[in-house]
């Protein structure tokens, strides 16, 4: 059993900073890729930002530059520091990632979803 617990959203002003913390627990073996998605009403579910377990990065254009994700694989947390908010990124912003898990005699990966954080960035 695993689970994705988040914490780091809230309200902020356009201009201002969060950051974003997601921690991995349970039976867990090992963790590949780590990333954040935002969702915003009416819209899909859509990539922000991933890190591989060796730590490298990807994040979609809108973001580049403002934000930064890292993860400490020691705490199977990963992170997203988020600065210079726009409006536009208000959404629900999910962590997500590949965890390595022992399934009866053998390994195997399945994706996990955090239960989302609100993020609003106001005018």
């Known amino acids: 059993q695993v689970q994705l617990v988040e914490s780091g959203g809230g309200l902020v002003q356009a201009g201002g900073s969060l950051r974003l913390s997601c921690a991995a627990s349970?039976?867990?073996?090992?963790?590949?890729?780590m990333g954040w998605y935002r969702q915003a009403p009416g819209k899909q579910r859509d990539l922000v930002a991933r890190?591989?377990?060796?730590?490298?990065?990807d994040y979609v254009h809108s973001v580049k530059g403002r934000f930064t994700i890292s993860r400490d694989n020691a705490k199977n947390t990963v992170y997203l520091q988020m600065n210079s908010l726009k409006p536009e990124d208000t959404a629900v912003y999910y962590c997500?990632?590949?965890?390595?898990?022992?399934?009866?005699?053998?390994?195997?990966?399945?994706?996990?979803w955090g239960q989302g954080t609100q993020v609003t960035v106001s005018s």
């Open positions: 890190i591989s377990s060796t730590g490298t990065t």
């Open positions: 349970g039976s867990i073996f090992s963790i590949n890729s």
């Open positions: 997500h990632a590949g965890i390595v898990v022992l399934s009866t005699d053998h390994y195997e990966e399945h994706e996990y």
